[in-house]
């Protein structure tokens, strides 16, 4: 008897194995008599990884919405392209050599020897900072330049005009005419910025408009000494020729610097300058006469 009660139970914990090899929980139960009895529940499903569920495109869409798109949704609108044209005079160096013009000026046509005249462009950035029309941007972007043209990002392009320059702080004022309320900055502050928080810069580099690069602030107080410029801040965003005069952006969207400058013979080292000289200079050009200092 006990011979075969142990058979029986043998076969029963056997079969219990191979219903949990098979997927399936076992559990075991002691009734009165003593006698234990192997019952199997079906837990296949509890062990497949759940199906990953599809998000609708609105859902999709505000999980890709960070900070960083939400600021740049907030400024961009505000930040302008820059071209700006002046007239040159060119005229081969050779031509400047009295030994040369004398040799060679009685075999040539005088007018070779007069200065020609060229169009040089360049371009930049810039940032709206009140409705009626009022830019803001570097002061080398536009110097001893005769033309300005100002483009929004849909595209409306206003002719401009230089109302105020700052040497000391590199930064100058463009004013376009328009009718039109235009779409404005947030201006922020940089007193209380924090090194390792997020900077983002918007501009024109290489005339590839509204290019948005992303990193941090990597320093303050920074001094260029060969350029002149002082009490900058330092970033790793990237910035390149055509940044200049574009805002330097906190997460919030708002503009904490004017990009400026960069690190030639390093990568990743930019500079702006802090918005609170650009807004000390705003005011004290409301508060005057328009006109260039």
Known sequence: MLHRCGQRLFHRVASALLLFGAGFIVTTATVTSGESFVYAQDNRAALDPPKPTALSASAALSVRR?????AVEMAAPAVVNIATERTIEVQPFIFQDPFFQQFFGQFMD?????????????????????????????????RRLAAIRVQLADGRTFNGSLVAASRVYDLALIRVTTSQALPTALIGRSDDLMIGETAIAIGN?????????????????????????????????????????????NILGQAIGINTAIYAEGQGIGFATPIDRAREFIEAYKESAPRAR
């Open 66 to 70: 960070t900070p960083v798109v939400l």
């Open 110 to 142: 005088p007018r070779a020897f007069q200065p020609q005249t060229a169009k040089e462009t360049s371009l930049g950035s810039g940032l709206i900072v009140s409705p009626d029309g009022l830019v803001l941007t570097n002061r080398h972007v536009v």
């Open 205 to 249: 580099p290489f005339g590839l408009s509204h290019t948005v690069t992303v990193g941090v602030v990597s320093a303050l107080h920074r001094t260029l000494r060969e350029a002149g410029y002082g009490d900058l801040i330092q970033t790793d965003a990237a910035i390149n020729p055509g940044n200049s005069g574009g805002p330097l952006l």
